[in-house]
């Protein structure tokens, strides 16, 4: 009797665990309005007070000018996508970087190059389902998490 | 003309370029910085024709960003761009509001404010403690006395409410002067939302309501109801005189499109919302007050029915039966036609004109009967004399039978003494000798 209780239990108990962990809420929209225009502290951090989000950004620094203090007092621009990627870029950067969200820290999904020379002003604009980047009047691109989709000069 | 022509051409270019390629966050940064000017202006403003400028500003703000209202209202946080515009404009006539107040009253907006409140927090507590006393009513229906004392404190709340309710609508209106319609159209926009954010319409309706559930859950004297009757009369009169005023300015918002400059508004989809929101403002008091008058009516209902239905109570509990009566002229009518019948019948008049006339309504109705909506003065002094009459008659008869008895044992006792003095002297009998 036992063991028949056990035979039944167990397949439920998985049945149970599955659907549990299959649970999957679709249509999210992530997307900013507006880009964030957030400056680094001399503490290397950026925070936007709108959506709470907090970071520290001495790797980034590091990571585009070999200088991990480089970006102190940098006007940085971060635009969540309408998919959830985080947008970064800021003024002499070469790269958007495009980071995905994970425990308590900001993956690195991608430096996307986009200048040679550095962006001079540059501007995230949300044109879902892509990212705008603007500098300046002549520069746009449309970027896409992974790569840039079209580029008019 | 051609090169004009190119470079017109080559100028809308690149205008359009340069909007194509604006940066969001500049667009709402712009926007944010010339909301904080004109706010900032506003602020510093001294005289109501600076203020009276700055209207056209905001809407020009209102026109140059209608086109981005989509994203602003999701870009601008916490309000939307709509109710960033409405924002402005409420602050514009409040402004104004201040400022004409102290030009020309020597009024500071400060104290009427500090009076509204102070006048709004009073009625709240009178408000809180009503609750209370209906408790106390429902809980000392055991004694008479406590419930008579428990009617007293509640009829005294309502009628400080009453009092309260009007001051504060006296506090809105009086800086204005008598005549509204002298006013100008911002202030009376200004006083529309004093009305508004005071809740004056609603503590209207909650008022009146009171008084029709005091009615409803009360047993009242007759004496109760003179007090009644004036508190009514009272509250009705005011009520016309406030709903006229209110009227006269829910109209004025209906009719000023709030983007209008008068000299023509941009008709925006933006400009267009804000009309409808002031329209449907101004609905939503006239449809306010008519909710006050159906109120007012249901009180009037429940006062008449309540005085009436306890004066019937009063003549059938004294064992008269008259016939039925619902207003001032049936009463009439009954008591007169019970009055005739009995002058015209032998019957003992005695338990009408003393028991129940004398005793129960001269003493104890006669004041709510002797107001206007009721009976009136004169017509119940008619009655009076009319039932006091009845009365003599009785009185007269009585006494006219007195009269007559005693002129017949005086008649008899002259009579009797009279034929004794005449009586003829008998000759003294003859003796024999």
């Known amino acids: 009797m036992i063991r028949l209780v056990k035979i039944c239990l167990v397949p439920a108990a998985l049945l149970l665990m599955a659907s549990c962990s299959s649970l999957k809420l679709d249509l999210v929209d992530f997307g900013w309005p507006v880009e964030s225009v957030v400056t680094v502290t001399s503490a290397n951090k950026i925070e936007d007070v709108r959506y709470s989000v907090t970071a520290w950004v001495a790797g980034l620094a590091q990571e585009e000018f070999q200088d991990s203090t480089a970006l102190h007092g940098a006007k940085l621009r971060l635009l969540r996508s309408s998919e959830g990627y985080y947008f970064l870029t800021g003024p002499k950067f070469k790269h958007v970087y495009v980071f995905s969200p994970g425990p308590s820290s900001l993956l690195l999904n991608r430096a996307i190059p986009v200048s040679e020379v550095g962006l001079r002003n540059p501007a995230l604009n949300q044109r879902t389902p892509y990212v705008e980047l603007l500098d300046g009047d002549n520069f746009h691109t449309l970027l896409t998490s992974d790569d840039i989709v079209e580029v008019k000069k | ?433």
């Open chain 2, 1 to 433: 003309m051609n090169r004009l022509f190119l470079l017109a051409l080559l100028g809308a270019t690149l205008c359009a370029a340069a909007t194509a390629q604006r940066s969001d966050f500049a667009l709402k940064s712009d926007f944010e910085d010339r909301y904080r000017q004109i706010s900032s202006h506003l602020d510093s403003a001294e005289t109501t024709q600076e203020i009276e400028s700055l209207k056209g500003e905001i809407v020009k703000l209102e026109t140059d960003y209608a086109p981005h209202q989509q994203f602003l209202d999701r870009a601008l946080y916490p309000l939307t761009f709509t109710e960033s515009i409405a924002k402005l404009r409420s602050l514009q006539v409040l402004t104004y509001d201040r400022v004409y107040l102290i030009r020309t009253q020597g009024v500071k907006l400060s104290e009427l404010e500090a009076r509204l409140n102070s006048l709004t927090t009073r009625l709240d507590s009178l408000t809180a403690q009503r609750d209370q006393l209906f408790g106390e009513l429902q809980e000392s229906r055991k004694s008479l006395t406590a419930l008579r004392e428990a009617v007293k404190r509640l009829s005294a709340n309502l009628a400080a409410k009453d009092r309260l309710i009007f001051a504060i609508a006296d506090t809105i209106f009086l800086p204005y002067g008598k005549d509204l319609h002298q006013v100008a159209d911002l202030q009376k926009e200004a006083i529309g939302q004093r009305l508004e954010k005071t809740n004056v319409l609603t503590r209207v309706y909650e008022i009146a309501a009171d008084n029709v559930k005091f009615l409803d859950v009360t047993q009242l004297q007759g004496k109760d109801y003179g007090n009644l009757i004036e508190q009514y009369q009272a509250f009705t009169a005011r009520w016309a005189g406030l709903k006229e005023k209110i009227t006269d300015v829910a109209a004025t918002s209906a009719m000023v499109p709030t983007g209008s400059t008068g000299k023509g508004s941009a008709k925006t989809p933006v400009a267009r919302g804000g009309v409808k929101e002031i329209r449907t403002a101004s609905a939503t008091a006239t449809v306010e007050a008519a909710h006050v008058d159906s109120v007012l009516a249901e009180w009037h209902a429940r006062l008449n029915t309540g005085f009436w239905g306890g004066l019937q109570k009063e003549f059938t509990t004294a064992g008269i039966t008259v016939a039925a009566f619902n207003d001032g002229p049936s009463f009439s009518s009954s008591v007169r036609q019970y009055v005739a019948a009995l002058a015209a019948s032998k019957q003992d008049p005695q338990p009408f004109v003393e028991t129940l006339w004398k005793q129960k309504i001269d003493k104890e109705w006669r004041e709510g009967l002797s107001k206007d909506a009721m009976l009136g003065r004169t017509e119940y002094a008619a009655l009076d004399k009319l039932v006091s009459e009845l009365s003599r008659e009785t009185i007269d008869m009585t006494f006219m039978a007195y009269i007559a008895g005693i002129l017949v044992i005086a008649a008899l006792i002259w009579l009797m003494v009279f034929r004794k003095r005449k009586r003829p002297e008998q000759p003294p009998p003859a003796t024999a000798v």
